[in-house]
Structure formats: structure tokens, C-alpha cells
């Protein structure tokens, strides 16, 4: 089976832009979830989608935003970018919600200038 | 609240020497327990988890509910396990904790 996919791998944005994340699962898998990793902080949860739904959604601002399609593929938006959005997102899926394994994407590394 | 703890940033130790990276975690139920890893330039892929019992690349890991800790552990290292070790539990319908990590060193 192919592993989760992560597209683009890289972006390059300035403040105040917005910024679209995409992010396929592995095949059967309908559980998506999305993770800010920075040096400092870690991985931080963003939000979770199931079937289309949003199951969970971390501490983040407003700013941050996403979506899950039939085919279970995944959107992360960032609207109005800060510097200290700078991080690599990433994208883990599972077959189902709860206690299943996440599979991680190799991540989107994002820099804002 | 739940927590994982990580409390080493940095690990170095020499190749051949024993590895024990620390996790402890804060759950009031029965908690899931993973440890993942991340190489240079690779996607972050899971290790082993507490309910499998198994061994990957020598490394093993036990829950200890009454320390509450699941620590990481091979009794000698190689260079090639250098790499970002993250502990994780999973508490069921809410998302995946993490700890800050860990980054272990292993020096020829």
C-alpha cells in the first residue's frame, strides 16, 4: 500500500497570505488528522476528521482550518499567515478513529517571511 | 488532564552503551502508549506500542501503571538509532498526546 502523501513538500509564503495544505491517506484509511511540529513545541495537535466530520480540534486560532472529501483526502488552510506559522504540518492517517495506529506523511515544511 | 513527559531534550551515549529513554504520562484511565521515531530527513513512523509487547531493532518498552512511565529502552546502541524519539498516548476518542521528544546521539 502507498504511505500517506503530503503535497507540496515545501512553501514559501509572506505574512498575511493564506496558505492550502493537502494530504492523502493511506487507501481505506478514513481517519485524518493534522500536526504542527516546530523545535520548540513539538507536535501539536491541529484537528481530526472522520468521514468527513471533524471528530477533534486542538488549541489553535480560527486561522486554521480544514476538511476532509469523500475520498478521504484532506485540506489544511492557514488564512492570514504569521511568522510564527512557520513549521512543518503534518498529516497522519488511521483506519478508524480511537486507538488505531497513525501513519504519518513525510510533512509539509512551511516558511513564512 | 492528559500528559506525556519527556525530560530529556538531548540523550548521547556511546555506541555499545545501554539506551534508556524516559516517558511518563498523566491519565486517569487505561492508557495506550506508543513510541515513535523520527531519522534525519524521514517521515516520523511508529516504533513499538505497549499492547504489541514486541521488540523492533532491540529496542523494547514497558508500562509501569504504578510509576506511570513507559520508557524506551536497548541494551546497546548503534550509530543508526541517532534519530528524534516521540512518546505518545492515545486516550481513545481524543487525539494523540505527545511529548516533546527526545533526540538520542549515539557516538562512535
Known amino acids: 500500500k502507498a504511505g500517506v502523501t503530503q503535497t507540496p513538500r515545501y512553501l514559501i509564503k509572506t505574512r498575511g497570505q493564506q496558505v492550502t495544505l493537502s494530504c492523502s491517506p493511506i487507501?481505506?484509511?478514513?481517519?485524518v488528522s493534522w500536526y504542527q511540529q516546530t523545535p520548540g513545541q513539538g507536535l501539536q495537535f491541529l484537528f481530526e476528521?472522520?468521514?468527513?466530520?471533524?471528530?477533534n480540534k486542538g488549541n489553535f486560532p480560527g486561522r486554521f482550518s480544514g476538511r476532509q472529501f469523500s475520498n478521504s483526502r484532506s485540506e489544511m488552510n492557514v488564512s492570514t499567515l504569521e511568522l510564527g506559522d512557520s513549521a512543518l504540518y503534518l498529516c497522519?492517517?488511521?483506519?478508524?478513529?480511537?486507538?488505531?495506529?497513525?501513519?504519518f506523511g513525510p510533512g509539509t515544511r512551511l516558511t513564512v517571511l | 488532564a492528559q500528559r506525556v513527559t519527556q525530560p530529556e531534550k538531548l540523550l548521547s551515549v556511546f555506541k555499545g552503551a545501554p539506551v534508556e529513554l524516559k516517558c511518563n504520562y498523566s491519565?486517569?484511565?487505561?492508557?495506550?502508549l506508543f513510541w515513535y521515531v523520527q531519522y534525519s530527513r524521514q517521515r516520523l513512523q511508529l516504533l513499538l506500542r505497549?499492547?504489541s509487547r514486541e521488540s523492533i531493532k532491540g529496542f523494547t518498552a514497558d508500562l509501569n501503571k504504578g510509576e506511570t512511565s513507559f520508557h524506551l529502552k536497548k541494551p546497546f546502541a548503534q550509530e543508526e538509532d541517532s534519530a528524534m524519539y516521540y512518546c505518545?498516548?492515545?486516550?481513545?476518542?481524543?487525539?494523540?498526546?505527545f511529548g516533546k521528544g527526545t533526540r538520542l546521539s549515539v557516538i562512535a
Open positions: 505497549h499492547i
Open positions: 497522519a492517517s488511521s483506519f478508524q478513529s480511537g486507538r488505531d495506529t497513525q501513519y
Open positions: 487507501s481505506g484509511h478514513r481517519s
Open positions: 491519565y486517569s484511565g487505561s492508557p495506550e
Open positions: 476528521y472522520f468521514s468527513e466530520t471533524q471528530r
Open positions: 505518545a498516548l492515545n486516550p481513545g476518542n481524543t487525539p494523540l498526546v
